[in-house]
């Protein structure tokens, strides 16, 4: 019962580098999501997808990209790391957007730019 | 705007209850989820609220009252293990949820 897997957990970056959060779901959920999460704040939506083909912003987008060519995967690019982008990152998927659709998240990935 | 208020911290006696409040100002409302996360994880679905009033879900219970602005997650017979954070968050106008920052529980044996 996989649900939703991100990787990688941790990750190390030098200021400047790009990587990719990869994230994948196997509900077949339609709605998809990057949040971070920094110390004492709450969750913060980067991007969302509300199908495959389909993305848009969420609230703090800047420095980010992300593709959804399939159902299934959502992946996150950093393309110029900054130490401002060191936090948590969570992938998530609901059903759809309706009102008491449960978001299900994955278990985090971890990065430091440095 | 939107706004979510809850404690950043409380700490409660295994065995005992305690009630986490959230209070939200929004233009719209299409319900309110409580999370739970423990350190180093991905937060968990603990209940959704809509309409006014109480659910309850074994020792956990979430209130709401729409026109105060106001949410409570009761937790009794407390354990170790409910030692995390309580996460509230509204759905929007748009269907956008607006998390707040979390209520760290220290639970003391």
């Known amino acids: 019962n996989a649900g939703v897997t991100q990787t990688p957990k941790f990750r190390i970056l030098k200021i400047g580098q790009s990587m990719t959060l990869q994230c994948t779901q196997d509900?077949?959920?339609?709605?998809m999501y990057w949040y971070r999460q920094d110390p004492g704040m709450g969750l913060k939506l980067i991007y969302y997808?509300?199908?495959?083909?389909?993305?848009d912003k969420g609230e703090v987008p800047n420095g980010y990209n992300v593709s959804r060519s399939t159902t299934e995967d959502f992946p996150l690019r950093l393309e110029l790391a900054a130490p401002s982008q060191t936090s948590v990152y969570f992938c998530a998927s609901s059903y759809d957007g309706s009102s008491g659709n449960t978001i299900y998240f994955g278990e985090g990935s971890w990065l430091t730019v440095v | 705007g939107q706004n979510i208020d809850q404690p950043t911290e409380m700490t409660a006696t295994e065995g005992a209850i305690v009630q986490i409040n959230c209070t939200y100002q929004?233009?719209?409302?299409?319900?309110l989820f409580w999370y739970q996360q423990h350190a180093g994880e991905a937060p968990t679905f603990l209940s959704y609220n809509v309409l006014d009033g109480l659910e309850e879900k074994g020792r956990f219970s979430s209130f709401l009252s729409r026109s105060k602005g106001y949410s409570y997650l009761l937790l009794k017979e407390l354990q170790m293990k409910d030692s995390a954070s309580y996460l509230c968050?509204?759905?929007?106008?748009?269907?956008?949820?607006?998390w707040g920052a979390g209520t760290k529980l220290i639970i003391k044996p």
């Open positions: 509900m077949n959920h339609n709605y």
């Open positions: 968050a509204l759905m929007d106008s748009n269907y956008q949820l607006i």
């Open positions: 929004t233009s719209g409302f299409n319900g």
């Open positions: 997808s509300v199908g495959a083909g389909i993305t």
